[in-house]
């Protein structure tokens, strides 16, 4: 009996590793939450990342492209922090996000480097193909990683990001800290 | 022929009700009446709880299907901000990538 038990736990933890992508970060960001004037916490996966894609899949004005993106994903999880004053973070508090990155799998595609400035985009291989997508937007007053677990086209991903083929935007944020809340700078700046 | 007469006679022969007649037959018809009745009055019970039985998950399965619509519109919103997002930084990226340098940058 206790054999049985063993083996059904040992499944069970297994399944839970088998089901837990490599291209997933944790994200550890609380410190930098803290120091934050504005939040915005996204967390998809499972049921609900289930839900958003079956009602994308069927909205008029989004493009096949698009819709075949969303289809293939498997969570998605992004952290914006906005700050109301310049340097309030260092470089270091990303570190925790970085060095997930430097584990087996992860490549880094684009690093671009403007100080204080920076933006990294690193992949995730798996089977020689794209599994997994992670964006590193370090600004003065800005703060912004997501990361995309499952398969990722760029070209499709970089025209949605251009708003191409896509129904008016509402703002969503959740998990919103009740601080003072600063406008959103505007995209590029 | 004659004992069929008198048969007859005996059956068509007139009877004087009992005095508590009247009140005999009332009281059955009100015992029927009344059995009648609660058969009635229980199925209309009956009929009035699965009434509001049925409302009550009609009800329910409306205010799931009402929250499953939110579920989703929000997870989808989000889902194409969070995308939009990556998007647009990648695009940032990909730009300063293939920017040419110029010739400030290239200056020590």
């Known amino acids: ?189 | 022929m004659d004992r069929m007469e008198d048969e007859l006679r005996q059956i068509y022969r007139r009877h004087t009700p009992s005095p508590d007649f009247t009140e005999r037959v009332m009281g059955q018809v009100r015992a029927e009446a009344k059995r009648k009745f609660i058969p009635f009055r229980w199925a209309a019970v009956g009929a009035l709880a699965a009434s509001l039985t049925v409302a009550f998950f009609v009800g329910r399965q409306q205010q799931k299907q009402q929250r499953l619509q939110q579920e989703a519109e929000l997870a989808e919103t989000q889902l194409l901000e969070s995308l939009q997002v990556a998007g647009f930084k990648i695009g940032q990226a990909r730009e300063a990538v293939l920017r040419p340098i110029s010739q400030e940058e290239v200056r020590p």
């Open chain 1, 1 to 189: 009996m206790k054999t049985v038990r063993l083996l059904s736990m040992m499944v069970v933890l297994c399944s839970g590793l088998w089901a837990q992508s490599g291209a997933q970060l944790k994200m550890d960001l609380d410190h930098l939450e803290k120091k934050a004037d504005e939040v915005v916490k996204v967390n998809l996966e499972g049921e609900s990342l289930g839900l958003g894609q079956k009602l994308l899949a069927v909205r008029d004005g989004v493009t096949s492209p698009v819709k075949e993106l969303v289809k293939g994903l498997k969570g998605i999880y992004m952290r914006r922090f906005w700050f109301r004053s310049k340097d309030s973070y260092e470089r270091e508090d990303a570190d925790g996000i970085r060095k997930q990155m430097s584990g087996p799998g992860w490549v880094p595609m684009i690093d671009v480097r403007k100080k204080p400035d920076g933006l990294t985009v690193y992949s995730y291989m798996e089977n020689e193909k794209v599994a997994g997508v992670t964006v590193l937007s370090e600004q003065a007053q800005e703060f912004t990683v997501v990361n995309i677990v499952g398969p990722v086209d760029l070209e499709t991903l970089i025209n949605l990001g251009n708003q191409l083929g896509l129904p008016p935007m509402k703002i969503a944020t959740t998990e919103l800290p009740q601080k003072t809340t600063l406008p959103p700078p505007a995209p590029g700046k």
